[in-house]
Structures are given as structure tokens and as C-alpha cells.
């Protein structure tokens, strides 16, 4: 079975730019999560799917932030404009139960942005 | 205050020595419990999860958690080099279906 797959594993841009990260759940999880680490500081939720409806994007910084999942499948999330602060490794995760239980999350290997 | 609490580290140990990894955090209304291995330039891996007080094992890990106190911990039995990495704890309302709150993470060395 694949693991999450995220797309790029790096990307550098200049401030001000556009950068669209992309994220594959595993197949047949309903679950994807956005996570941030920037350095030195703990991993973040950012925010929650549930199929292609947001659960949970309170973690989401400000509106320069936009994430979608379109047919419930993979994900996307836009800076735009990025700024400086945007810098650091973006995780994505994907479970599949839905409500009640446990429930484990599956970690991709990360993009990691440089906003210069 | 910060939400899940770790020592960042490192930690240094012996290889065949007992690893004790700490964490406590802070909403009481936290319900799941998680550890997650990071090696360098990797994704988190799960390695274990906890949802009730008391220790809970899986092979060479025994995860301990304790509501009353708000704490929580990993032992790692017979440490190995290959146990060398970031351990980080993280906690969730309920179940593992909603956001996770993590820990700084805590760097092991386990010293051949």
C-alpha cells in the first residue's frame, strides 16, 4: 500500500510569489490533515478534511492560506502571496475512520518551503 | 504556557539502557495520546498510541499515561543506535480523527 505522497519535497520562492503544495492520502482514507513546522518550533495544525469538505482549518494562519480538496481525493494548499514567515516544512496526513475510535494518522515526508 | 510540553534534548543514552521519554500537557480535556518517532529529514512515524491510564507495551515500548498528573511517557527498552531520532508526543480531543496537538519532540542518542 502507498504511504502519503506530497509534492514538492522542496521549493524555494521569492516573497510575494504563489506555491502550491500538493498532498495524496493514502487510497481510501476519508481523513487529511495540513500540518506546519517551522524551525525550531512545534509541528502545527493547520487544518482538517473530511472527504472534500473542511472539518477544521482553524489552525489556518490568514487568508493568504487556501487549501482544497476537490472530489475527496488529494489535496492542495496555496500561499499567495507567501511571505517570510512561511517558511518551514509543510506535513500533510490522511487516517480513515470516521468519528469515534481510534484512529492513527499516516504522516507523507513533508514539503519543505523556503520563502526568501 | 505550552500546550504538550518535552525536554527538547538530547537525551543521551547507553545502547542497552532504558530510555525514559517525558511529556505533560496542558488541556485536560485531551482524550488520545500519541508518540511519534522523526528521524532527521523524515516524516513522524507512530509508534504508539495510548487512550487510558495505565501503561500500555508493544515489544521494546511501554507508553504510560496518567490523567490525574497530565503526563505522559515512552520507555524504550534495550535502546538501540537505530532508536537514535526525534520522539514526539502529541495529544488529541478523542480518537486520532481530529487535530493532534505535538510536543517540540524530544532528541534521543543512544550511544553504541
Known amino acids: 500500500e502507498a504511504g502519503v505522497t506530497q509534492f514538492p519535497s522542496h521549493s524555494v520562492i521569492e516573497k510575494g510569489q504563489t506555491v502550491t503544495l500538493r498532498c495524496d492520502p493514502i487510497?481510501?482514507?476519508?481523513?487529511l490533515y495540513w500540518y506546519r513546522r517551522v524551525m525550531g518550533k512545534e509541528i502545527k495544525f493547520l487544518l482538517h478534511f473530511v472527504k472534500e469538505s473542511k472539518q477544521d482549518e482553524s489552525g489556518m494562519p490568514n487568508n493568504r492560506f487556501l487549501a482544497e480538496r476537490t472530489g475527496g481525493t488529494y489535496s492542495t494548499l496555496k500561499v499567495q502571496p507567501a511571505e517570510l514567515e512561511d517558511s518551514g516544512v509543510y506535513f500533510c496526513?490522511?487516517?480513515?475512520?470516521?468519528?469515534?475510535?481510534?484512529?492513527?494518522?499516516?504522516f507523507g515526508p513533508g514539503t519543505r518551503l523556503t520563502v526568501l | 504556557q505550552k500546550e504538550v510540553e518535552q525536554n527538547s534534548g538530547p537525551l543521551s543514552v547507553p545502547e542497552g539502557a532504558i530510555a525514559s521519554l517525558n511529556c505533560t500537557y496542558s488541556d485536560r480535556g485531551s482524550q488520545s495520546f500519541f508518540w511519534y518517532r522523526q528521524y532527521s529529514g523524515k516524516s513522524p512515524e507512530l509508534i504508539m498510541s495510548i487512550y487510558s491510564n495505565g501503561d500500555k507495551e508493544d515489544g521494546r515500548f511501554t507508553a504510560q499515561l496518567n490523567k490525574a498528573s497530565q503526563y505522559v511517557s515512552l520507555l524504550i527498552r534495550d535502546s538501540q543506535p537505530s532508536d537514535s531520532a526525534t520522539y514526539l508526543c502529541?495529544?488529541?480531543?478523542?480518537?486520532?480523527?481530529?487535530?493532534?496537538?505535538f510536543g517540540i519532540g524530544t532528541k534521543l542518542q543512544v550511544i553504541p
Open positions: 502529541a495529544a488529541g480531543p478523542s480518537g486520532g480523527y481530529q487535530k493532534v496537538t
Open positions: 487510497s481510501g482514507h476519508d481523513n
Open positions: 496526513a490522511s487516517s480513515q475512520e470516521v468519528g469515534g475510535g481510534t484512529d492513527t494518522q499516516y
